[in-house]
């Protein structure tokens, strides 16, 4: 079952998903409507509410001119620089807030698939006193749809007036998105099979539904779509109705089953799973007192991308320190993966069927130093996390050469392991489903392209010569 202290208040303690969310979207989002919605000669973003106006902008006496966007060109540790201090994107009142339209859908499509039925008009529960558990075990993992369903309804509650990074609004020309609370992970997790001669299931026949509806609404028809955002965190949700939808916003755990036409890293949005294991609370651990060197438990034998396991497990298995082995969430399987990613000091994160996988947030919450082993993985809010200060990446050609992985994790010693581990400690929150948020918390408003550049840097040549030399693209932020 879903925590019992949750709350649809807020569900981050630091920085609250839906202000991560928006932080690393609205941005995006609102150049995306500023095209969308212009008739005729285009319409630009105002380039104040961006949190690093100055590429931007000059001020002179306090009035601001545009520039040519083709005559800066900063390299991205120039960039870096400029994006330190004072630039910092803060969630609370000092921030944009991002205007939400949410269709009121009929319960079929959301809480009515955690047994709930309206008992009036209203398709929603009355969250102030009581509301519909999500379901436990590895169906926590996709479950963000629920919980920005949740915060978007409690925008609303006057309580909440100074924490709020995103608003509901009941008309929608005044919003700068729409979004569309369809639960798609837990209606695939519970109607995706079919019975007997079925030729749709009842997760088809959702689709279906969905699909009528949105493309019969004037919202919709407006801008065909491109403002709005439908949640498909699960990889298998949303398989026929992406194909009809995809101008729309993703919400998504990667790109795996979805080929780059309907989904890609230009329009979408990566979400970070809900972990499974137990929080590591007050955490009093350190390098010495973590026995196990490597930490992988889970399913070994994958197809498609996940063929890596099998062949890391053969190298690894008879390694001293390194715990390489097959579990699942199955009896006691999830206590017994949260004692041994607590008592480790580093956890492999290794693709599987898709590029991600819910063990990368596992090892955060345990502060267990995530070893990424998966080529194609597109990480939630890189733009403003640097996940290379708390994780290993190594490629995937790397790590099956013979005693290359377990070489390069015994080379990072106790120093460096720690700094990492602190690191691990700062950020688990941001990844974090709880009640109460807290407003006011700082996140440097980094790039991308910066944060991705450094993934492999530990086993690259020239990193200097490479952060040095390489130009931002013209149409970055």
């Not at 931007?56 to 009035?63: E, Q, Y």
Request: glycine letters at 6%; aromatic letters at 12%; a neutral charge.
């Amino acid at each position: 079952m879903a925590e019992r202290n949750a709350s649809p208040l807020g569900f981050v303690s630091r920085n609250s998903l839906l202000c991560l969310f928006s932080v690393a979207s609205i941005l995006f989002i609102l150049s995306w409507l500023s095209v969308l919605r212009s008739t005729g000669r285009p319409r630009f973003i105002d380039h104040s509410l961006l949190p690093n106006s100055k590429l931007f902008a000059v001020t002179d006496n306090g009035n601001s001119e545009s520039q040519n966007q083709n005559d800066i060109e900063p390299s991205i540790e120039s960039e870096e620089k400029a994006l330190e201090g004072k630039n910092s994107v803060k969630c609370g009142s000092n921030h944009p807030v991002l205007k939400v339209f949410m269709y009121d859908l009929p319960a079929e499509f959301h809480f009515g698939l955690l047994d709930w039925a309206p008992a009036g008009e209203s398709v929603w529960p009355d969250i102030r006193t009581k509301f519909p558990l999500y379901p436990g075990g590895l169906n926590l993992q996709h479950s963000i749809e629920y919980w920005l369903t949740l915060d978007l309804l409690s925008s609303e509650f006057p309580e909440n007036q100074n924490a709020r990074t995103a608003i509901r609004v009941h008309n929608s020309s005044e919003a700068d998105v729409i979004f569309v609370p369809f639960f798609s992970s837990l209606s695939y997790n519970h109607f995706g099979k079919f019975k007997g001669r079925q030729k749709k299931n009842g997760n088809n026949l959702l689709q279906d539904k969905l699909v009528k509806f949105l493309t019969a609404q004037e919202e919709w028809i407006r801008s065909e779509g491109r403002d709005h955002i439908i949640m498909a965190h699960h990889p298998n949700s949303m398989l026929d109705a992406r194909m009809k939808l995809w101008p729309a916003i993703f919400v998504l755990s990667d790109f795996g089953r979805y080929p780059p036409n309907i989904a890609n890293v230009g329009k979408d949005v990566i979400a970070p799973y809900k972990h499974v294991i137990k929080s590591f609370i007050n955490d009093t651990s350190d390098f010495d007192s973590r026995p196990t060197l490597l930490y992988f438990q889970g399913a070994i034998y994958r197809k498609d991308g996940g063929f890596i396991r099998q062949e890391l497990f053969y190298l690894l298995k008879d390694e001293k320190d390194v715990h390489f082995a097959f579990g699942n969430t199955q009896g006691n399987g999830i206590n017994k993966a949260s004692q041994g990613m607590h008592s480790s000091k580093f956890c492999l994160n290794i693709a599987g069927d898709t590029p991600s996988s819910n063990r990368l947030f596992d090892a955060i919450a345990s502060h267990c130093v995530p070893v990424i082993i998966s080529d194609e993985i597109e990480l939630p809010y890189e733009d403003v996390l640097d996940y290379s200060q708390f994780c290993i990446f190594v490629r995937t050609s790397d790590a099956l050469k013979d005693k290359f992985l377990v070489k390069l994790i015994r080379s990072i010693k106790k120093d460096e392991w720690t700094r990492m581990w602190r690191r691990l400690k700062e950020v688990e929150n941001f990844f974090e489903f709880q009640y109460p948020s807290k407003e006011g918390d700082a996140v440097p408003a980094v790039r991308m392209k910066l944060h991705k550049s450094r993934r492999f840097s530990r086993t690259s040549v020239g990193r200097e010569k490479v952060l040095t030399s390489t130009q931002l693209p013209k149409n970055f932020w």
